[in-house]
């Protein structure tokens, strides 16, 4: 088949660059001064304190923070700095993103990731800190290090090289590193497609892998924490699954065997045994804390938490005031810390040890009104949906999100743009569509594969009744989501009075060739295989362009993603072009996939907000 664009697929074509300078341009000719008049609002709410991470060890519970545009790793108890994001701006005298981090439970080491000027890709520091000094610095940066007394696990991710057993990539291996010595440990003979999880156990004795296939297939290793040798596959199964801990000399393990809802099993001996059955909703997770499961529950995408015994009698239920969603970030085994976060709250860091304790957080501050409500899909299905508004605001603007795929839930989340928008009276609104986890393994698969016109259906259905009780919508979507509002942009252009298309994949016979794209086979389908390429054929965007009425379209990527390939922003910007639409196209010069230093990205949310407003005739 035939693709007029196939060389802005070249980044280094000065045709591309050309292009992505004029476009550009004429976005902000669009959009005018009013970029400027919304900022500090959008800054304001970026700024607010976030954690994103904590971890808890002897010398007390060190936490990743976001604050006043810059990131932090400091012990909360003291509030001690051990790493600041604008220190190393000054240092390398670029933009930096602070990645993610892990120490040792004695608290002496710790290593942390950022990367420089977005990139997926980055640099490693482990850092000694009785002293402070930097032991190591490896790039690019290393995954999953799990400290040992001596030296330390970590996982490598091959993106364009081959793996030492001569596997093509993209693929990942197990190392351990003891003093200058690396070791490839695990992972000998997997191709791609293949992703490792190592954990330890709490009592510090185990190692926990799991090698996933995809987002479904899931085995689990076991072994003495120093013996690599000794690792052996204990469980496997078709759907999600990973370990939770050793205790008592049994391995327990959450999985989504049987209908795909979740449930919890032991294995001792050999011997398989349910401890928590599957319930009328998802089980999302469970850690083990003071000899109790504290298991998190999905109800309607928000969160609600139960604690059984370690053969699985329930004690109690815990429920929030408001809809959110709370994970486990850390355990010792003795206590767990969690997270909790809704629309209006960035976060709340709770202690459980016996009962929940609020440790630390933040909220916006006014009246909100938080809701939900059902549409029904063009086979019936249900597909629920949050409504954000102020409380008593007549509104008619409605700004929704929604994402369907790889087996992600929507969750009550604090979005900082998006706070502005329901100030000035907007409604946000976001879907939880089939392809995500919002209930169970069955409808992850039903929104996957030959599937996927599910999700679009699920979400012309919300749009649907939004347009129906007289709303004014724009439509907003990021990566595989970007790939959701194309998809329906072509197809029910009349539902959206704006589309807003972030970091996309839309070229679905060739996603499988750019960057790490072909990782995404199992969710998607094999371009290659006929079959598959049938009906990725039927909805690929970039193929169902066609001359019609389409809605101010914004698609905004950026130039340095290294994970979904900006071509396909800029490919089907050029399609859409071709026929007339109202299309506009902004590229970050300065922007990974998954991040950018919080100027750019304040800037680039500031952007989205101010399209919004102008699309759907918000006043300022």
Do not use: C
Request: glycine share 8%; no cysteine.
């Amino acid at each position: 088949m035939e693709d007029p664009y196939l060389w802005m697929e070249n980044l280094n074509d000065g045709r591309v660059l050309k292009s992505i300078e004029e476009e550009n341009k004429r976005f902000r000719e669009f959009i005018g001064d009013l970029p400027e008049k919304l900022i500090d609002d959008v800054r304001k709410y970026y700024y607010l304190p976030n954690i994103w991470e904590a971890q808890i060890t002897k010398r007390g519970t060190f936490v990743k923070i976001s604050e006043a545009g810059k990131q932090l790793i400091k012990l909360l108890e003291t509030g001690e700095i051990i790493v600041d994001s604008k220190k190393l701006e000054e240092e390398l005298g670029d933009e930096v993103l602070l990645q993610s981090f892990t120490v040792d439970r004695e608290g002496k080491r710790l290593a942390y990731n950022f990367s420089i000027g977005g990139a997926d890709e980055g640099i490693t520091r482990i850092i000694d800190l009785e002293t402070g000094e930097i032991i190591e610095e490896i790039e690019p940066s290393l995954w999953n290090i799990v400290f040992l007394d001596d030296g330390y696990y970590f996982a490598r991710f091959y993106r364009k090289e081959k793996t030492p057993d001569g596997m093509e990539p993209p693929a990942e291996r197990i190392f351990l590193k003891k003093g200058e010595e690396e070791v490839m440990v695990f992972g000998e003979g997997f191709g791609s497609g293949y992703f490792m999880n190592l954990h330890k156990s709490t009592d510090g004795k185990w190692a926990m892998l799991t090698v996933t296939f995809g987002w479904n297939k899931a085995d689990i290793y076991l072994g003495p924490i120093n013996e690599p040798e000794k690792w052996r596959k204990v469980y496997s199964s078709d759907v999600p699954a990973h370990p939770i801990d050793v205790i008592n000399g049994k391995f327990y393990i959450y999985t989504r065997e049987g209908r795909g809802l979740g449930k919890v099993i032991a294995i001792k001996n050999d011997k398989v045994e349910e401890i928590i059955p599957e319930n009328g909703f998802p089980l999302e997770w469970a850690v083990i804390v003071n000899g109790k499961i504290l298991a998190g529950y999905l109800v309607h995408a928000s969160s609600k938490l139960k604690v059984f015994t370690l053969d699985g009698k329930l004690i109690e239920e815990i429920s929030f005031e408001m809809p959110a969603q709370v994970y486990p970030l850390d355990t010792d085994g003795k206590q767990v810390l969690l997270r909790y976060e809704s629309f209006t709250v960035p976060y709340r860091l709770y202690r459980f040890r016996d009962r929940l304790e609020l440790i630390d957080g933040i909220e916006v501050k006014g009246e909100f009104q938080v809701s939900e409500d059902f549409a029904v899909s063009k086979d019936g299905t249900r597909v629920h949906y949050f409504m954000v508004k102020k409380k008593g605001a007549k509104s008619n603007k409605a700004w929704v999100f929604g994402y369907g795929g790889f087996n992600i839930a929507l969750l009550p989340r604090f979005i900082p743009q998006v706070i502005p928008f329901i100030e000035r009276s907007g409604t946000f609104v976001m879907a939880n569509l089939r392809g995500g986890s919002e209930y169970g393994e069955e409808w992850h698969k039903a929104g996957m594969r030959e599937n996927k016109q599910n999700v679009f259906d699920d979400f012309i259905a919300v749009l649907e009744k939004l347009k129906s009780e007289g709303y004014r919508v724009a439509a907003w979507g990021r990566s595989n989501g970007g790939l959701l509002v194309s998809a329906v942009l072509t197809q029910r252009p009349d539902l959206m009075d704006a589309a807003l298309i972030g970091y996309p994949v839309i070229d679905m016979l060739r996603f499988h060739k750019l960057y790490i794209g072909s990782v995404w086979i199992p969710e998607y389908g094999n371009p290659d295989d006929p079959n598959d390429r049938e009906f990725l054929l039927k909805y690929s965007p970039y193929h169902n362009v066609k001359p019609q009425k389409y809605p101010p379209t914004l698609i905004y990527t950026g130039l340095y993603d290294d994970r979904v390939h900006p071509a396909h922003a800029l490919k089907f910007a050029k399609k859409l072009k071709d026929v007339g639409a109202p299309v506009y196209l902004r590229v970050e010069t300065k922007s990974g996939h998954m991040g950018a230093s919080p100027e750019t990205r304040i800037k680039e949310l500031v952007d989205l907000l101010a399209f919004v407003i102008k699309t759907l005739g918000v006043e300022v």
